[in-house]
């Protein structure tokens, strides 16, 4: 079962859309999901989503339980403190970890190895045991700080994903952009999606 756990980071940049996204493609791909939320994280759901998180960790795993019908004890949420759940350790955490969306600030402090809080450690957890980590920052412009840290994080093996859409699918909604990014996001991760047709997969449009 170790191979469907991942932990989902969420934090304060703007991009709430994705986060629910992915979380939603994940309980459909039956993955067992450690969600850790910061607080500012909670102040942009409710801006961009209208959506008020509990604050107790066992309420909110309940909330999103129920939000989108995953089976009981499919979602777990952490504390930013809860220095013993499985995502702080190497020998229980999952491999696998996603970042979305992902401020500056959490940016700088993973390429730094600050582990503050639980998002940071466990970020620090996936990189030290060679697992999977894919940080979605959501940023512009990006400073030469912001650049720096990408950089040195990228050539530790993370995976930047910056939530950037593309057009050539002809998105006709703001859900349509939403999925690009998220079915990038689960490319990489080795999950089948079908939100986007990939590349050259597309029904063609031209006329002969």
Not at 3 to 17: D, H, M, V
Not at 87 to 100: D, F, Q
Not at 104 to 113: D, F, Q, R, V, Y
Not at 162 to 183: R, W
């Given at each position: 079962?170790?191979?469907?756990?991942?932990?989902?980071?969420?934090?304060?940049?703007?991009?709430?859309?994705?986060?629910?996204?992915?979380?939603?493609?994940?309980?459909k791909a039956d993955y067992e999901v450690f969600v850790l939320i910061s607080s500012a994280a909670k102040v942009v759901f409710a801006t961009e989503e209208d959506l008020k998180i509990p604050a107790r960790p066992d309420a909110a795993a309940a909330f999103f339980t129920q939000h989108f019908a995953a089976r009981e004890g499919?979602?777990?949420?952490?504390?930013?403190?809860?220095?013993?759940?499985?995502?702080?350790?190497?020998?229980?955490?999952?491999?696998?970890?996603?970042?979305?969306?992902?401020?500056?600030?959490?940016?700088?402090?993973?390429?730094?190895?600050?582990?503050?809080?639980?998002?940071?450690?466990?970020?620090?957890?996936?990189?030290?045991?060679?697992?999977?980590?894919?940080?979605?920052?959501?940023?512009?412009?990006?400073?030469?700080?912001?650049?720096?840290?990408?950089?040195?994080?990228?050539?530790?093996?993370?995976?930047?994903?910056?939530?950037?859409?593309?057009?050539?699918?002809?998105?006709?909604?703001?859900?349509?952009?939403?999925?690009?990014?998220?079915?990038?996001?689960?490319?990489?991760?080795?999950?089948?999606?079908?939100?986007?047709?990939?590349?050259?997969?597309?029904?063609?449009?031209?006329?002969?």
């Amino acid at each position: 079962m170790t191979e469907k756990r991942i932990t989902l980071a969420i934090t304060g940049a703007s991009g709430a859309p994705y986060a629910m996204r992915l979380l939603e493609c994940l309980v459909k791909a039956d993955y067992e999901v450690f969600v850790l939320i910061s607080s500012a994280a909670k102040v942009v759901f409710a801006t961009e989503e209208d959506l008020k998180i509990p604050a107790r960790p066992d309420a909110a795993a309940a909330f999103f339980t129920q939000h989108f019908a995953a089976r009981e004890g499919q979602i777990r949420v952490c504390g930013k403190e809860e220095w013993f759940a499985p995502v702080a350790s190497g020998s229980a955490a999952p491999k696998k970890m996603v970042v979305c969306p992902c401020s500056t600030g959490t940016l700088s402090a993973i390429a730094t190895g600050a582990s503050d809080n639980l998002i940071e450690r466990s970020a620090d957890v996936v990189m030290k045991e060679r697992g999977q980590l894919i940080l979605v920052p959501r940023e512009m412009p990006l400073s030469s700080i912001h650049l720096e840290n990408m950089l040195k994080l990228s050539q530790m093996g993370v995976t930047i994903m910056p939530a950037a859409p593309g057009f050539y699918h002809q998105p006709t909604t703001i859900s349509d952009l939403v999925d690009f990014v998220v079915a990038r996001i689960l490319d990489h991760l080795g999950l089948d999606q079908s939100l986007i047709a990939r590349w050259g997969y597309q029904p063609s449009t031209t006329k002969d």
